[in-house]
């Protein structure tokens, strides 16, 4: 069964509104979480590392004020990504481990449209 | 610093030929490499990782790869390709840990019937 749960799978937004997108660990706790963006037809570049209880770690070239990133929970982290635009447009995928060393689980995304 | 190279961003094969989807890597420590498939408009599924020991690791759906410190590779192979293999695969790197993973910029793989 899914080990990680993201949600809304789509969504679209008009420009200037906020979207948060949620991702659940189902099956043990995370302590970290990551977020990628994915373009089209395009590789996954990563956004920023959850952490929980503490802030997240963002990528350089990441507007940490634009991609809001809560991780409040064992089991949960949120992405808003605040004020879009269109060319926020894309996949939102996250991800989490549940050890050192253990592989990474994905959610099975986010798509973005912004009109 | 790491990253990853995957050789042909399309490779077409047909149903029950073998599949060879290339990967190279760069890592200034030892790495962990992964093979990951996603189906449109999903998530990525682990095919199989490197992490220790044995270089020839088996994986899911009859995937298999080796890992080659002298050629810095980690091609992905099936020896008979069905239909439903038809995906994007991404090969990926990272340190040890598992942490941070780099994705290469994948390969979309097409089976002809």
């Known amino acids: 069964g899914a080990v990680v749960s993201q949600h809304p799978s789509w969504v679209i937004c008009k420009s200037g509104t906020s979207v948060k997108i949620e991702c659940r660990s189902l099956d043990f706790q995370a302590t970290t979480m990551f977020w990628y963006r994915q373009f089209p037809k395009q590789s996954l570049m990563l956004m920023a590392t959850s952490n929980e209880g503490s802030k997240a770690t963002y990528e350089q070239g990441v507007e940490k004020d634009k991609f809001l990133i809560n991780h409040a929970s064992l089991t949960l982290s949120t992405l808003t990504v605040t004020s879009a635009h269109p060319e926020d447009s894309s996949f939102y995928i996250c991800?989490?481990?549940?050890?050192?060393?253990?592989?990474?689980?994905f959610g099975n995304g986010t798509r973005l449209t912004v009109t | 610093a790491q990253s990853v190279t995957q050789l042909g961003s399309h490779v077409s094969v047909s149903e029950g030929a073998l599949v060879l989807l290339r990967c190279n890597y760069s890592s200034s420590v030892p790495p962990y490499l992964f093979w990951y498939v996603q189906y449109p408009n999903q998530g990525l599924q682990l095919l199989l990782k490197y992490t220790t020991g044995a270089t020839l690791v088996k994986g899911i759906n009859g995937f298999e790869a080796e890992f080659k410190k002298s050629e810095t590779s980690f091609h992905l192979t099936k020896p008979s390709a069905h239909m439903s293999d038809a995906a994007e695969y991404f090969c990926a790197v990272s340190g040890q840990g598992a942490q941070k993973l780099v994705f290469g910029q994948g390969t979309r793989l097409t089976i002809n019937p």
């Open positions: 991800s989490v481990r549940s050890s050192y060393n253990s592989p990474l689980h």
